[in-house]
């Protein structure tokens, strides 16, 4: 059973940082994709960040260019998402997906306040 | 960027009810369209792939078409459990883009 658990949300001021983690079970993880959606409160879906099998090739929604890093782990079957500079806006529900979106975790919230 | 204009934003439906959601796409999306059902309070659930393929799970209620630019997303006999948003994405192209989502509420 293909299984994504999200961690490491949590409130954050502005300006500071945050790495969501997001641990993948139940399938070969380096054989597929992996991608960040998130959810504003009370709003619609927004993809966030996109990133390949092998990790070579990254892929960001221009509001998070340059601040928002997406990684992986193929050891560890784990991706993670390096989040800088963070603003209000991006205050959300952060989903990792997998394999054309059909597989999605239960979300870890990030709250950016003072 | 791919547009995805969704619509209705809300629909009101009785029991047994037959509906329907559009999703037109700014460009060609060569079918390459999911849909999504999302209670409150909880992560998406893929419904259909690829325009039409059911995802395993999915009641057969639930249906999809399309081509193109434009795509439809049904459900015939509307049940209880049936009440959720939901959302249509494209996958054809980077930026992938959801449209703006459906609440479906009982009548």
């Known amino acids: 059973e293909v299984q994504l658990v999200e961690s490491g949300g949590g409130l954050v001021q502005p300006g500071r940082s945050l790495k969501l983690s997001c641990a993948a079970s139940?399938?070969?993880?380096?054989?597929?994709?992996m991608h960040w959606i998130r959810q504003a409160p009370t709003k619609g879906l927004e993809w966030v960040a996109s990133i390949s099998p092998s990790g070579g090739s990254t892929y960001y929604r221009d509001s998070v260019k340059g601040r928002f890093t997406i990684s992986r782990d193929n050891a560890k079957s784990t991706l993670y998402l390096q989040m800088d500079s963070l603003r209000s806006e991006d205050t959300a529900t952060y989903y990792c997906a997998t394999r054309a979106f059909a597989y999605w975790g239960q979300g870890t919230l990030v709250t950016v306040s003072s | 960027d791919i547009q995805m204009t969704q619509s209705p934003p809300s629909l009101s439906a009785s029991l047994g009810d037959k509906v329907t959601i559009t999703c037109q796409a700014s460009q060609n999306i060569n079918k390459y369209i999911a849909w999504y059902q999302q209670k409150p309070g909880k992560a998406p659930r893929q419904l259909i792939r690829y325009t039409s393929t059911l995802v395993s799970g999915t009641p057969s209620r639930f249906s999809g078409s399309g081509s193109g630019r434009d795509y439809s997303f049904s459900i015939s006999n509307v049940e209880s459990e049936d009440i959720a948003s939901y959302y249509c994405?494209?996958?054809?192209?980077?930026?992938?883009?959801f449209g703006a989502g459906t609440k479906l509420e009982l009548k």
């Open positions: 994405l494209q996958y054809d192209n980077l930026p992938y883009t």
């Open positions: 139940g399938f070969t993880f380096s054989n597929y994709g």
